[in-house]
Protein backbone atom coordinates (compact mmCIF):
# COMPACT_ATOMS: atom_id res chain seq x y z
CA UNK A 1 0.00 0.00 0.00
CA UNK A 2 1.42 3.38 -0.89
CA UNK A 3 1.25 6.25 1.21
CA UNK A 4 1.87 9.61 -0.10
CA UNK A 5 3.43 12.09 2.39
CA UNK A 6 0.57 14.75 3.00
CA UNK A 7 0.23 14.22 6.41
CA UNK A 8 3.69 13.19 7.65
CA UNK A 9 6.29 14.77 5.26
CA UNK A 10 9.12 16.27 7.35
CA UNK A 11 12.61 16.97 6.29
CA UNK A 12 16.25 17.17 7.30
CA UNK A 13 19.01 18.42 5.20
CA UNK A 14 22.30 19.27 5.03
CA UNK A 15 24.80 21.32 2.30
CA UNK A 16 27.05 19.23 0.52
CA UNK A 17 29.85 20.22 -0.97
CA UNK A 18 30.01 20.56 -5.22
CA UNK A 19 33.47 18.96 -5.59
CA UNK A 20 36.16 21.69 -6.17
CA UNK A 21 34.16 23.75 -8.51
CA UNK A 22 33.44 27.30 -7.33
CA UNK A 23 29.90 27.51 -5.74
CA UNK A 24 29.55 30.62 -8.25
CA UNK A 25 30.19 28.32 -11.07
CA UNK A 26 27.85 25.64 -10.15
CA UNK A 27 24.23 25.49 -7.81
CA UNK A 28 25.29 23.75 -4.80
CA UNK A 29 24.00 20.14 -4.22
CA UNK A 30 21.38 20.31 -1.19
CA UNK A 31 20.45 16.50 0.70
CA UNK A 32 17.27 16.28 2.39
CA UNK A 33 15.50 13.87 3.84
CA UNK A 34 11.50 13.13 3.31
CA UNK A 35 9.87 11.17 6.43
CA UNK A 36 6.95 9.12 4.74
CA UNK A 37 3.82 8.36 6.83
CA UNK A 38 5.09 4.84 7.67
CA UNK A 39 7.95 6.42 9.23
CA UNK A 40 10.38 5.52 6.23
CA UNK A 41 13.31 7.98 5.91
CA UNK A 42 14.29 8.52 1.91
CA UNK A 43 17.33 10.59 1.23
CA UNK A 44 17.16 12.77 -1.82
CA UNK A 45 20.04 15.35 -3.43
CA UNK A 46 19.24 17.51 -5.87
CA UNK A 47 20.41 20.99 -7.04
CA UNK A 48 19.70 24.15 -5.43
CA UNK A 49 16.83 25.99 -7.05
CA UNK A 50 14.39 22.76 -7.64
CA UNK A 51 11.28 22.31 -5.73
CA UNK A 52 10.40 19.92 -3.05
CA UNK A 53 8.08 17.76 -5.56
CA UNK A 54 10.48 17.96 -8.43
CA UNK A 55 13.06 16.83 -6.00
CA UNK A 56 10.90 14.21 -4.54
CA UNK A 57 9.91 12.62 -7.71
CA UNK A 58 13.22 12.57 -9.40
CA UNK A 59 14.37 10.27 -6.17
CA UNK A 60 11.71 7.90 -5.95
CA UNK A 61 10.06 9.37 -3.06
CA UNK A 62 6.24 8.91 -2.73
CA UNK A 63 4.81 12.37 -2.76
CA UNK A 64 1.85 12.17 -5.41
CA UNK A 65 2.17 15.75 -6.88
CA UNK A 66 -1.19 15.08 -9.35
CA UNK A 67 -1.26 18.35 -11.28
CA UNK A 68 2.77 18.29 -11.85
CA UNK A 69 2.98 21.63 -10.20
CA UNK A 70 0.30 23.58 -11.75
CA UNK A 71 -0.68 24.59 -8.25
CA UNK A 72 -4.21 22.70 -8.99
CA UNK A 73 -4.32 20.14 -6.00
CA UNK A 74 -3.08 19.35 -2.42
CA UNK A 75 -1.05 16.01 -3.27
CA UNK A 76 1.92 17.49 -2.89
CA UNK A 77 1.56 18.72 0.71
CA UNK A 78 4.43 18.50 3.14
CA UNK A 79 5.13 19.73 6.67
CA UNK A 80 8.37 21.58 7.00
CA UNK A 81 9.52 22.91 10.62
CA UNK A 82 9.07 26.36 11.89
CA UNK A 83 12.64 27.60 11.41
CA UNK A 84 12.20 26.45 7.54
CA UNK A 85 8.45 27.41 7.33
CA UNK A 86 9.25 31.04 8.87
CA UNK A 87 12.31 31.47 6.35
CA UNK A 88 9.81 31.14 2.92
CA UNK A 89 7.91 34.14 1.91
CA UNK A 90 4.00 34.22 2.26
CA UNK A 91 2.31 31.24 0.37
CA UNK A 92 -0.20 32.81 -2.58
CA UNK A 93 -4.00 32.90 -2.34
CA UNK A 94 -3.70 29.91 -5.21
CA UNK A 95 -1.66 27.85 -2.34
CA UNK A 96 -3.65 28.65 0.31
CA UNK A 97 -6.78 27.59 -1.69
CA UNK A 98 -5.23 23.85 -2.41
CA UNK A 99 -4.23 24.06 1.13
CA UNK A 100 -7.66 24.27 2.09
CA UNK A 101 -8.22 21.08 0.65
CA UNK A 102 -5.02 19.06 2.22
CA UNK A 103 -5.50 15.70 4.54
CA UNK A 104 -4.19 16.83 7.85
CA UNK A 105 -2.78 20.11 7.20
CA UNK A 106 -0.53 21.64 10.14
CA UNK A 107 0.53 25.12 10.91
CA UNK A 108 3.81 24.52 8.80
CA UNK A 109 2.34 23.02 6.21
CA UNK A 110 2.94 24.39 2.78
CA UNK A 111 2.94 22.65 -1.31
CA UNK A 112 6.18 20.76 -2.22
CA UNK A 113 5.82 22.35 -5.83
CA UNK A 114 6.04 25.75 -4.06
CA UNK A 115 8.80 25.39 -2.01
CA UNK A 116 12.00 25.56 -3.17
CA UNK A 117 15.36 23.35 -2.51
CA UNK A 118 18.07 25.80 -0.47
CA UNK A 119 21.19 25.65 1.99
CA UNK A 120 19.28 27.23 4.38
CA UNK A 121 17.08 23.76 4.89
CA UNK A 122 19.92 22.27 7.40
CA UNK A 123 19.30 19.77 9.65
CA UNK A 124 15.34 20.56 9.44
CA UNK A 125 13.77 17.11 11.22
CA UNK A 126 10.44 16.54 12.02
CA UNK A 127 7.75 14.24 11.62
CA UNK A 128 4.27 14.27 12.52
CA UNK A 129 2.25 11.50 14.02
CA UNK A 130 1.30 8.90 10.97
CA UNK A 131 -1.94 8.35 9.79
CA UNK A 132 -2.84 4.87 8.06
CA UNK A 133 -5.62 2.98 6.76
CA UNK A 134 -4.84 -0.38 7.59
CA UNK A 135 -3.89 -2.20 10.50
CA UNK A 136 -1.21 -4.06 9.18
CA UNK A 137 0.61 -0.52 9.18
CA UNK A 138 0.49 -0.25 12.52
CA UNK A 139 0.94 -4.47 13.81
CA UNK A 140 3.24 -6.11 12.35
CA UNK A 141 1.31 -9.97 13.56
CA UNK A 142 -1.94 -11.22 14.64
CA UNK A 143 -3.62 -8.73 12.52
CA UNK A 144 -6.82 -10.97 12.81
CA UNK A 145 -7.00 -10.38 16.64
CA UNK A 146 -6.37 -6.74 16.01
CA UNK A 147 -9.50 -6.35 13.59
CA UNK A 148 -11.70 -7.74 15.97
CA UNK A 149 -10.55 -5.55 18.61
CA UNK A 150 -10.86 -2.59 16.28
CA UNK A 151 -14.16 -3.74 15.32
CA UNK A 152 -15.38 -4.29 18.70
CA UNK A 153 -14.22 -1.02 19.33
CA UNK A 154 -16.03 1.21 16.53
CA UNK A 155 -19.02 -1.17 17.21
CA UNK A 156 -19.51 -0.11 20.77
CA UNK A 157 -18.87 3.34 19.58
CA UNK A 158 -21.92 3.17 17.79
CA UNK A 159 -23.91 1.62 20.40
CA UNK A 160 -22.96 4.23 22.82
CA UNK A 161 -22.90 7.54 20.32
CA UNK A 162 -25.36 6.57 17.89
CA UNK A 163 -22.61 7.36 15.17
CA UNK A 164 -19.30 5.79 13.76
CA UNK A 165 -16.12 7.23 15.11
CA UNK A 166 -14.02 9.29 12.62
CA UNK A 167 -10.65 8.00 13.78
CA UNK A 168 -8.64 5.63 15.79
CA UNK A 169 -6.13 7.03 17.99
CA UNK A 170 -3.67 4.54 19.21
CA UNK A 171 -0.76 4.75 21.38
CA UNK A 172 1.51 1.90 22.92
CA UNK A 173 2.50 1.14 26.27
CA UNK A 174 6.48 0.39 26.66
CA UNK A 175 9.22 -1.76 28.08
CA UNK A 176 12.15 -0.20 29.49
CA UNK A 177 15.11 -2.41 28.87
CA UNK A 178 17.60 -0.57 30.80
CA UNK A 179 17.86 2.72 32.15
CA UNK A 180 15.32 2.90 35.19
CA UNK A 181 14.50 6.24 37.08
CA UNK A 182 17.56 8.17 35.43
CA UNK A 183 14.95 10.09 32.67
CA UNK A 184 14.25 12.76 35.21
CA UNK A 185 18.32 13.05 35.98
CA UNK A 186 18.81 13.97 32.42
CA UNK A 187 20.58 10.82 31.02
CA UNK A 188 20.00 8.49 28.29
CA UNK A 189 17.50 5.34 28.53
CA UNK A 190 16.74 2.59 26.20
CA UNK A 191 12.82 1.30 26.27
CA UNK A 192 10.94 0.46 23.24
CA UNK A 193 7.55 0.28 22.49
CA UNK A 194 4.81 -2.89 23.15
CA UNK A 195 2.36 -4.32 21.48
CA UNK A 196 -0.19 -4.00 23.82
CA UNK A 197 -1.95 -0.08 23.15
CA UNK A 198 -4.45 2.52 24.18
CA UNK A 199 -6.82 2.94 21.68
CA UNK A 200 -9.61 6.10 21.96
CA UNK A 201 -12.26 6.11 18.74
CA UNK A 202 -13.11 9.75 18.71
CA UNK A 203 -15.74 11.67 16.79
CA UNK A 204 -16.32 15.73 16.98
CA UNK A 205 -19.35 16.87 18.23
CA UNK A 206 -21.23 20.09 18.26
CA UNK A 207 -21.73 20.00 22.24
CA UNK A 208 -19.76 21.80 24.13
CA UNK A 209 -19.33 18.87 26.00
CA UNK A 210 -16.42 16.48 26.29
CA UNK A 211 -17.82 12.60 26.71
CA UNK A 212 -15.61 9.64 28.22
CA UNK A 213 -16.94 6.08 28.16
CA UNK A 214 -14.62 3.15 28.46
CA UNK A 215 -15.20 -0.47 26.83
CA UNK A 216 -14.68 -1.77 30.10
CA UNK A 217 -17.74 -1.52 31.81
CA UNK A 218 -15.72 -1.51 35.64
CA UNK A 219 -14.42 2.21 34.45
CA UNK A 220 -17.20 4.57 34.51
CA UNK A 221 -17.99 7.33 32.11
CA UNK A 222 -17.67 10.58 32.65
CA UNK A 223 -18.07 14.19 30.73
CA UNK A 224 -16.69 17.65 31.24
CA UNK A 225 -17.61 21.19 29.82
CA UNK A 226 -15.33 22.76 26.92
CA UNK A 227 -16.93 26.04 26.91
CA UNK A 228 -14.80 28.83 25.99
CA UNK A 229 -13.28 29.67 29.09
CA UNK A 230 -13.58 26.97 30.99
CA UNK A 231 -11.21 25.11 33.11
CA UNK A 232 -10.93 21.60 33.46
CA UNK A 233 -10.28 20.63 37.02
CA UNK A 234 -8.51 16.95 38.06
CA UNK A 235 -8.91 15.77 41.33
CA UNK A 236 -6.02 13.70 42.56
CA UNK A 237 -6.86 12.84 45.49
CA UNK A 238 -9.51 10.71 43.62
CA UNK A 239 -7.74 8.21 41.32
CA UNK A 240 -10.28 7.71 38.12
CA UNK A 241 -8.94 6.59 35.13
CA UNK A 242 -10.51 9.60 33.08
CA UNK A 243 -8.02 12.04 35.00
CA UNK A 244 -5.32 10.84 32.69
CA UNK A 245 -7.50 11.83 29.60
CA UNK A 246 -8.45 14.86 31.41
CA UNK A 247 -4.26 15.60 31.83
CA UNK A 248 -4.02 15.23 27.83
CA UNK A 249 -6.70 17.31 27.01
CA UNK A 250 -5.74 20.16 29.40
CA UNK A 251 -2.20 20.04 28.13
CA UNK A 252 -3.20 19.78 23.77
CA UNK A 253 -5.29 22.64 24.59
CA UNK A 254 -2.79 24.75 26.40
CA UNK A 255 0.01 24.12 23.83
CA UNK A 256 -2.30 25.00 21.05
CA UNK A 257 -3.81 27.79 22.37
CA UNK A 258 -7.26 26.95 21.64
CA UNK A 259 -9.83 29.07 23.43
CA UNK A 260 -12.72 27.81 21.04
CA UNK A 261 -12.17 24.05 21.49
CA UNK A 262 -14.67 21.44 19.60
CA UNK A 263 -16.70 19.00 21.49
CA UNK A 264 -15.42 15.24 21.52
CA UNK A 265 -17.11 11.74 21.79
CA UNK A 266 -14.50 9.35 22.82
CA UNK A 267 -14.86 5.50 23.69
CA UNK A 268 -11.19 3.96 24.96
CA UNK A 269 -9.77 0.42 24.92
CA UNK A 270 -6.91 -0.24 26.92
CA UNK A 271 -4.18 -3.78 26.69
CA UNK A 272 -1.68 -2.31 28.55
CA UNK A 273 -1.74 -3.66 32.37
CA UNK A 274 -2.06 -0.74 34.16
CA UNK A 275 -0.22 0.11 37.06
CA UNK A 276 2.48 -2.49 35.71
CA UNK A 277 5.37 -0.50 34.51
CA UNK A 278 4.79 -0.91 31.40
CA UNK A 279 3.29 2.78 30.94
CA UNK A 280 -0.29 2.55 30.62
CA UNK A 281 -1.25 6.42 31.72
CA UNK A 282 1.54 7.61 29.63
CA UNK A 283 -0.35 5.57 26.73
CA UNK A 284 -3.83 7.34 27.60
CA UNK A 285 -2.52 10.44 27.81
CA UNK A 286 -0.65 10.50 24.95
CA UNK A 287 -4.22 9.52 23.12
CA UNK A 288 -5.79 12.42 24.82
CA UNK A 289 -3.31 14.73 23.16
CA UNK A 290 -3.29 13.50 19.85
CA UNK A 291 -7.22 13.34 19.86
CA UNK A 292 -7.80 16.88 21.08
CA UNK A 293 -4.93 18.29 18.80
CA UNK A 294 -6.79 16.36 16.10
CA UNK A 295 -10.04 17.00 16.71
CA UNK A 296 -9.49 20.74 17.10
CA UNK A 297 -6.77 20.62 13.59
CA UNK A 298 -4.24 21.77 15.12
CA UNK A 299 -1.82 18.47 15.19
CA UNK A 300 1.74 19.55 15.86
CA UNK A 301 5.48 17.80 15.42
CA UNK A 302 5.36 14.86 17.07
CA UNK A 303 8.57 16.48 19.27
CA UNK A 304 5.57 19.42 20.28
CA UNK A 305 3.50 16.57 21.73
CA UNK A 306 5.85 14.78 23.27
CA UNK A 307 6.35 17.59 25.19
CA UNK A 308 2.84 18.67 25.46
CA UNK A 309 2.58 14.67 26.97
CA UNK A 310 5.39 14.89 28.98
CA UNK A 311 4.03 18.21 30.58
CA UNK A 312 0.51 16.95 30.99
CA UNK A 313 0.87 14.12 32.54
CA UNK A 314 2.43 16.22 35.56
CA UNK A 315 -0.75 17.46 36.57
CA UNK A 316 -1.90 14.24 37.65
CA UNK A 317 0.51 14.82 39.99
CA UNK A 318 3.95 12.85 39.36
CA UNK A 319 6.91 14.58 38.44
CA UNK A 320 8.19 12.32 35.26
CA UNK A 321 10.98 12.64 33.12
CA UNK A 322 10.14 12.01 29.68
CA UNK A 323 10.69 8.60 28.92
CA UNK A 324 7.22 6.43 28.33
CA UNK A 325 5.79 9.37 26.25
CA UNK A 326 8.34 10.01 23.88
CA UNK A 327 8.79 5.74 23.62
CA UNK A 328 5.15 5.87 22.63
CA UNK A 329 5.12 8.80 20.35
CA UNK A 330 8.45 8.32 18.59
CA UNK A 331 8.66 4.38 17.93
CA UNK A 332 9.57 2.67 14.99
CA UNK A 333 9.24 -0.97 14.39
CA UNK A 334 11.71 -3.53 14.98
CA UNK A 335 13.90 -1.12 16.64
CA UNK A 336 14.35 -0.03 20.23
CA UNK A 337 15.28 3.53 20.55
CA UNK A 338 18.54 5.36 23.04
CA UNK A 339 16.32 8.88 24.20
CA UNK A 340 18.60 11.47 25.09
CA UNK A 341 16.99 14.34 26.85
CA UNK A 342 20.00 16.80 27.79
CA UNK A 343 20.99 19.59 26.20
CA UNK A 344 18.16 18.40 23.62
CA UNK A 345 15.34 16.01 22.53
CA UNK A 346 17.40 13.31 20.44
CA UNK A 347 16.23 10.23 19.40
CA UNK A 348 17.63 7.47 17.95
CA UNK A 349 16.73 3.98 16.77
CA UNK A 350 18.67 0.93 18.04
CA UNK A 351 18.25 -2.33 16.56
CA UNK A 352 19.32 -5.38 18.52
CA UNK A 353 21.86 -7.66 17.38
CA UNK A 354 21.50 -10.48 15.31
CA UNK A 355 21.78 -13.91 16.98
CA UNK A 356 20.75 -17.17 16.13
CA UNK A 357 19.10 -18.50 17.96
CA UNK A 358 17.04 -14.69 18.26
CA UNK A 359 17.07 -12.52 21.30
CA UNK A 360 13.44 -12.13 22.46
CA UNK A 361 12.14 -10.34 25.66
CA UNK A 362 10.03 -11.61 27.70
CA UNK A 363 7.41 -9.41 30.06
CA UNK A 364 6.30 -11.28 33.41
CA UNK A 365 4.26 -9.05 35.64
CA UNK A 366 4.42 -9.40 39.45
CA UNK A 367 0.81 -8.71 39.34
CA UNK A 368 1.89 -6.38 42.62
CA UNK A 369 0.10 -3.22 42.06
CA UNK A 370 2.06 0.04 42.70
CA UNK A 371 0.09 3.21 41.57
CA UNK A 372 2.56 5.57 40.58
CA UNK A 373 0.11 8.95 41.29
CA UNK A 374 -1.15 7.16 44.49
CA UNK A 375 2.52 6.16 46.14
CA UNK A 376 4.02 9.36 44.86
CA UNK A 377 5.32 11.48 47.51
CA UNK A 378 6.73 8.53 49.05
CA UNK A 379 8.05 6.43 45.78
CA UNK A 380 8.34 7.82 42.64
CA UNK A 381 8.26 11.52 43.56
CA UNK A 382 10.85 11.25 46.68
CA UNK A 383 13.46 9.91 44.19
CA UNK A 384 13.15 13.20 41.46
CA UNK A 385 13.52 14.99 45.19
CA UNK A 386 16.40 13.52 46.36
CA UNK A 387 18.36 13.49 42.79
CA UNK A 388 17.42 16.83 42.35
CA UNK A 389 18.96 17.97 46.02
CA UNK A 390 21.60 15.91 45.35
CA UNK A 391 22.46 17.61 41.89
CA UNK A 392 22.18 21.16 43.95
CA UNK A 393 24.93 19.61 46.44
CA UNK A 394 27.35 17.87 44.11
CA UNK A 395 27.15 20.90 42.08
CA UNK A 396 28.07 23.23 45.03
CA UNK A 397 30.76 20.58 45.76
CA UNK A 398 32.74 20.51 42.73
CA UNK A 399 32.73 24.35 42.30
CA UNK A 400 30.50 25.57 40.10
CA UNK A 401 27.19 26.33 41.67
CA UNK A 402 26.81 29.71 40.45
CA UNK A 403 27.68 28.86 37.02
CA UNK A 404 25.09 30.24 34.85
CA UNK A 405 24.54 26.57 33.41
CA UNK A 406 24.00 25.43 36.89
CA UNK A 407 22.18 29.09 38.48
CA UNK A 408 20.16 29.61 35.94
CA UNK A 409 18.38 25.70 35.42
CA UNK A 410 15.21 24.27 37.12
CA UNK A 411 15.47 21.81 37.25
CA UNK A 412 19.20 21.00 37.76
CA UNK A 413 19.97 17.50 37.09
CA UNK A 414 22.63 15.02 37.76
CA UNK A 415 23.57 15.71 33.75
CA UNK A 416 23.56 19.49 33.27
CA UNK A 417 25.55 19.33 36.76
CA UNK A 418 28.20 16.52 34.62
CA UNK A 419 28.13 18.42 31.31
CA UNK A 420 28.87 21.73 33.02
CA UNK A 421 32.14 20.09 35.03
CA UNK A 422 33.26 19.11 32.53
CA UNK A 423 32.67 21.95 29.68
CA UNK A 424 36.04 22.96 29.66
CA UNK A 425 37.48 19.79 28.25
CA UNK A 426 38.83 19.20 24.87
CA UNK A 427 36.98 15.91 23.45
CA UNK A 428 38.32 16.52 20.12
CA UNK A 429 39.05 13.72 18.40
CA UNK A 430 37.58 11.26 21.22
CA UNK A 431 35.56 8.43 20.80
CA UNK A 432 32.16 9.54 22.47
CA UNK A 433 31.86 6.44 24.26
CA UNK A 434 34.71 6.71 26.11
CA UNK A 435 34.32 10.11 26.80
CA UNK A 436 30.72 8.81 28.63
CA UNK A 437 32.53 6.36 30.16
CA UNK A 438 35.55 8.56 31.66
CA UNK A 439 32.87 11.24 32.97
CA UNK A 440 30.41 9.19 34.10
CA UNK A 441 33.09 7.37 36.25
CA UNK A 442 34.72 10.92 37.49
CA UNK A 443 31.08 10.91 38.68
CA UNK A 444 30.62 8.02 40.50
CA UNK A 445 34.01 8.77 42.22
CA UNK A 446 32.77 12.61 43.00
CA UNK A 447 29.85 11.56 44.46
CA UNK A 448 31.57 9.56 47.07
CA UNK A 449 33.52 12.61 48.08
CA UNK A 450 30.40 14.63 48.06
CA UNK A 451 27.67 12.32 50.27
CA UNK A 452 29.81 10.07 51.86
CA UNK A 453 30.15 11.18 55.20
CA UNK A 454 26.16 10.76 55.04
CA UNK A 455 25.66 7.25 53.86
CA UNK A 456 22.33 6.36 56.09
CA UNK A 457 20.90 10.06 54.57
CA UNK A 458 20.59 13.43 55.15
CA UNK A 459 17.54 14.79 57.47
CA UNK A 460 15.81 18.19 55.67
CA UNK A 461 17.88 20.24 58.09
CA UNK A 462 21.26 18.50 56.89
CA UNK A 463 20.72 18.89 53.29
CA UNK A 464 19.69 22.79 53.77
CA UNK A 465 22.62 23.62 55.62
CA UNK A 466 24.78 22.03 52.65
CA UNK A 467 23.21 24.11 50.75
CA UNK A 468 23.52 27.52 52.95
CA UNK A 469 19.52 27.39 52.59
CA UNK A 470 16.54 26.97 55.30
CA UNK A 471 14.32 24.09 54.68
CA UNK A 472 11.49 25.89 53.77
CA UNK A 473 13.37 27.46 50.58
CA UNK A 474 14.83 23.94 49.83
CA UNK A 475 11.47 22.44 49.71
CA UNK A 476 9.96 25.39 47.59
CA UNK A 477 13.37 25.26 45.02
CA UNK A 478 12.29 21.65 44.67
CA UNK A 479 9.09 22.30 43.65
CA UNK A 480 7.64 20.65 46.68
CA UNK A 481 4.37 22.86 46.56
CA UNK A 482 3.75 20.71 43.36
CA UNK A 483 5.05 17.08 44.15
CA UNK A 484 4.85 16.76 47.85
CA UNK A 485 7.16 13.79 49.52
CA UNK A 486 7.37 12.15 52.72
CA UNK A 487 10.52 10.89 54.23
CA UNK A 488 12.53 11.10 57.86
CA UNK A 489 16.14 10.19 55.90
CA UNK A 490 16.77 11.13 51.88
CA UNK A 491 19.78 9.30 50.59
CA UNK A 492 21.37 10.97 48.24
CA UNK A 493 24.93 8.80 47.94
CA UNK A 494 22.55 5.85 47.05
CA UNK A 495 20.58 7.63 44.85
CA UNK A 496 23.18 9.23 43.08
CA UNK A 497 25.20 5.78 42.96
CA UNK A 498 22.60 4.77 41.00
CA UNK A 499 21.99 7.59 38.44
CA UNK A 500 25.29 7.23 37.07
CA UNK A 501 26.22 3.98 37.18
CA UNK A 502 22.88 3.16 35.29
CA UNK A 503 23.33 5.62 33.00
CA UNK A 504 26.70 4.05 32.16
CA UNK A 505 25.09 0.54 31.71
CA UNK A 506 22.62 2.11 29.24
CA UNK A 507 25.62 3.71 27.23
CA UNK A 508 27.49 0.38 27.29
CA UNK A 509 23.98 -1.49 26.43
CA UNK A 510 23.90 0.80 23.29
CA UNK A 511 27.59 0.01 22.27
CA UNK A 512 27.17 -3.48 22.64
CA UNK A 513 23.83 -3.81 20.15
CA UNK A 514 25.94 -1.45 17.80
CA UNK A 515 29.38 -3.11 17.82
CA UNK A 516 28.90 -5.46 14.86
CA UNK A 517 31.46 -7.16 16.66
CA UNK A 518 30.90 -11.14 16.21
CA UNK A 519 33.20 -12.30 19.23
CA UNK A 520 30.89 -10.73 21.93
CA UNK A 521 28.29 -13.07 23.04
CA UNK A 522 25.61 -10.80 22.67
CA UNK A 523 23.33 -12.48 25.25
CA UNK A 524 25.96 -12.60 28.07
CA UNK A 525 26.93 -8.99 27.58
CA UNK A 526 23.59 -7.21 27.71
CA UNK A 527 22.35 -9.81 30.10
CA UNK A 528 25.15 -9.14 32.47
CA UNK A 529 24.37 -5.40 32.45
CA UNK A 530 20.12 -5.43 32.87
CA UNK A 531 21.09 -7.92 36.24
CA UNK A 532 23.47 -5.41 37.20
CA UNK A 533 20.67 -2.56 37.05
CA UNK A 534 18.22 -4.90 38.92
CA UNK A 535 20.39 -4.92 41.19
CA UNK A 536 21.01 -1.07 41.50
CA UNK A 537 17.91 -0.89 41.77
CA UNK A 538 17.26 -3.11 44.43
CA UNK A 539 20.06 -2.56 46.74
CA UNK A 540 20.45 1.50 45.64
CA UNK A 541 17.46 3.05 44.74
CA UNK A 542 15.27 1.25 46.48
CA UNK A 543 12.93 0.69 44.02
CA UNK A 544 12.42 -3.08 44.07
CA UNK A 545 10.29 -5.37 45.94
CA UNK A 546 10.07 -9.28 47.36
CA UNK A 547 7.89 -10.50 44.51
CA UNK A 548 10.35 -8.65 41.80
CA UNK A 549 13.49 -9.83 43.24
CA UNK A 550 11.96 -13.09 43.52
CA UNK A 551 10.93 -13.54 40.02
CA UNK A 552 14.05 -12.16 38.29
CA UNK A 553 15.96 -14.69 40.43
CA UNK A 554 13.92 -17.58 39.00
CA UNK A 555 13.85 -16.44 35.41
CA UNK A 556 17.53 -16.52 35.64
CA UNK A 557 17.77 -19.89 36.80
CA UNK A 558 15.38 -20.87 34.02
CA UNK A 559 17.04 -19.42 31.18
CA UNK A 560 17.17 -15.81 31.14
CA UNK A 561 20.44 -14.10 30.15
CA UNK A 562 19.66 -11.04 31.89
CA UNK A 563 16.15 -9.96 34.46
CA UNK A 564 15.17 -6.66 35.77
CA UNK A 565 12.42 -4.66 36.80
CA UNK A 566 11.27 -2.32 34.13
CA UNK A 567 8.88 0.72 34.83
CA UNK A 568 8.87 3.20 38.01
CA UNK A 569 9.16 -0.56 40.39
CA UNK A 570 7.92 -1.46 43.68
CA UNK A 571 5.95 -3.85 42.06
CA UNK A 572 4.74 -4.25 38.13
CA UNK A 573 6.59 -5.84 35.69
CA UNK A 574 9.74 -7.37 35.04
CA UNK A 575 11.51 -7.89 31.47
CA UNK A 576 13.45 -10.53 30.56
CA UNK A 577 16.30 -11.48 27.54
CA UNK A 578 15.41 -14.93 26.03
CA UNK A 579 16.38 -16.59 23.08
CA UNK A 580 13.92 -17.58 20.91
CA UNK A 581 14.25 -21.23 21.15
CA UNK A 582 13.98 -21.63 24.80
CA UNK A 583 10.65 -18.87 25.15
CA UNK A 584 8.23 -21.79 25.77
CA UNK A 585 10.20 -23.61 28.16
CA UNK A 586 11.00 -20.46 29.86
CA UNK A 587 7.25 -19.20 30.00
CA UNK A 588 6.22 -22.51 31.35
CA UNK A 589 8.57 -22.27 34.58
CA UNK A 590 7.35 -18.95 35.36
CA UNK A 591 4.30 -20.29 35.20
CA UNK A 592 4.97 -23.16 36.95
CA UNK A 593 7.12 -21.82 39.80
CA UNK A 594 5.27 -18.33 40.29
CA UNK A 595 2.25 -17.77 38.72
CA UNK A 596 1.06 -21.18 40.61
CA UNK A 597 2.27 -20.29 43.77
CA UNK A 598 1.26 -16.84 43.86
CA UNK A 599 -2.50 -16.64 42.28
CA UNK A 600 -2.80 -20.52 41.77
CA UNK A 601 -6.55 -20.02 40.24
CA UNK A 602 -5.38 -17.52 37.44
CA UNK A 603 -7.26 -18.78 33.68
CA UNK A 604 -5.41 -19.16 31.10
CA UNK A 605 -6.28 -15.72 29.33
CA UNK A 606 -5.34 -14.06 32.38
CA UNK A 607 -1.77 -15.88 32.27
CA UNK A 608 -1.10 -14.69 29.02
CA UNK A 609 -1.82 -11.05 29.50
CA UNK A 610 0.74 -11.55 32.57
CA UNK A 611 3.37 -12.93 30.97
CA UNK A 612 4.09 -12.64 27.44
CA UNK A 613 6.82 -12.42 24.84
CA UNK A 614 7.71 -8.86 22.75
CA UNK A 615 9.05 -7.48 20.07
CA UNK A 616 10.34 -3.51 19.17
CA UNK A 617 6.44 -1.86 17.99
CA UNK A 618 5.80 1.37 16.13
CA UNK A 619 4.38 4.48 18.12
CA UNK A 620 1.49 6.29 18.11
CA UNK A 621 -0.55 6.84 14.95
CA UNK A 622 -4.24 7.87 13.80
CA UNK A 623 -6.29 5.04 12.28
CA UNK A 624 -8.33 6.74 9.77
CA UNK A 625 -11.68 5.05 8.23
CA UNK A 626 -12.50 5.00 4.52
Request: glycine share 6%; charged share 20%; aromatic share 8%.
Amino acid sequence: MRFPLTSTARMKSYQQAAGFRSSAALAKEVSVTFIESDGNEVQATGEEGINLMELAHENDVDLEGACEGACACSTCHVILDDKIFDDLPEPTDEENDMLDLAFGLTDTSRLGCQVLLTPEMEDSTLATVPTFHALSDIYTSDLLKHAARFQLLTEAFIATYGFKPSFIVRAPGRVNIIGEHIDYCGFPVFPMAIVPDSLIAVRASRERRIRLANINPKYPSREFSCEPGSSVTINNSTHDWTNYFKCGYKGAIEAIDCTNPQGMECLMDGSVPSSAGLSSSSAIVCCAVLATMKVNDRLLPKSDVVETAVASERYIGTNGGGMDQTTSIMSQSQSAVFIEFNPELKITPVKFPSTDPQITFVIANTLVVSDKAVTAPVCYNLRVVETRIGALILAKHLGIANRAACKDIDPLTFKVVMDEYFSTQDTAGSDDVQVWIDHLDAMLHASIEAFGAHPDGYTREQMATALDMTPDALSAAVHEDRFPVRAQQFKLLQRAQHAFSEALRVVKFRQICESGDTRINYCSALGDLMNCSQDSCRDLFECSCPEIDELCALARRSGSFGSRLTGAGWGGCTVHLVLKDKVGSFIAAIKREFYAKHVPNMNDEALSDAIFVTTPGNGAAFYMFD
